[in-house]
T-cell receptor, first 113, second 112 residues
Framework: GDSVTQMEGPVTLSEEAFLTINCTYTATGYPSLFWYVQYPGEGLQLLLKATKADDKGSNKGFEATYRKETTSFHLEKGSVQVSDSAVYFCALIEYTNAGKSTFGDGTTLTVKP | EPEVTQTPSHQVTQMGQEVILRCVPISNHLYFYWYRQILGQKVEFLVSFYNNEISEKSEIFDDQFSVERPDGSNFTLKIRSTKLEDSAMYFC??????????FGPGTRLTVT
């Protein structure tokens, strides 16, 4: 079945540092890929998405590029802020049959001033 | 902007009791889902619902669980006899064809 593997956390960075959170996936077909962010005590917010190879999703300074050849969708941000502290989930959807989301384990990011 | 809503935001129940979690998906969406997240863990798929029937369910979704779309707007998850291990955040989601899922804010279920 489908699966998503995220780099193990937690990740602690200083403000203005560069962020990379690795995500790789396994899928039988051609999935769409997503990053969600979850702030403490809150729900899942869609951060960005990409639907085909070489697409780059971007939002709020975060970026991720759909790499079919390496089955990866790594999240990056050039300069993190304290307010970026949250849990980040990589996910995929294969639009066959039920089209459910498959999530990675989540990576906790803490940004220190 | 349209959004998925869920009620209640927090439900406390005793072990063995039945609970119903309610969701109102976005009105033109066709595919509906329930997920759960045990505190500090990953988000797990429970069930998907399309065209008034279950299209897929996970191993977690055993006979104690059921879903219903009773009136064309609400989408409910029922747990017949709650167990301590059912304590989790439950998220409802919906989507249109070949698009991202929109998640509700979640219902925190606490079973005592």
């Amino acid at each position: 079945g489908d699966s998503v593997t995220q780099m193990e956390g937690p990740v602690t960075l200083s403000e203005e540092a560069f962020l990379t959170i690795n995500c790789t996936y396994t899928a039988t077909g051609y999935p769409s890929l997503f990053w969600y962010v979850q702030y403490p005590g809150e729900g899942l917010q869609l951060l960005l998405k990409a639907t085909k190879a070489d697409d780059k999703g971007s939002n709020k300074g975060f970026e991720a590029t759909y790499r079919k050849e390496t089955t990866s969708f790594h999240l990056e941000k050039g300069s993190v802020q304290v307010s970026d502290s949250a849990v980040y989930f990589c996910a995929l959807i294969e639009y066959t049959n039920a089209g459910k989301s498959t999530f990675g384990d989540g990576t906790t990011l803490t940004v220190k001033p | 902007e349209p959004e998925v809503t869920q009620t209640p935001s927090h439900q406390v129940t005793q072990m063995g009791q039945e609970v119903i979690l309610r969701c109102v998906p976005i009105s033109n969406h066709l595919y509906f889902y329930w997920y759960r997240q045990i505190l500090g863990q990953k988000v797990e798929f429970l069930v998907s619902f399309y065209n008034n029937e279950i299209s897929e369910k996970s191993e977690i979704f055993d006979d104690q669980f059921s879903v219903e779309r009773p009136d064309g707007s609400n989408f409910t998850l029922k747990i017949r006899s709650t167990k301590l291990e059912d304590s989790a955040m439950y998220f409802c989601a919906s989507r249109v064809d070949r698009a991202e899922q929109y998640f509700g804010p979640g219902t925190r279920l606490t079973v005592t």
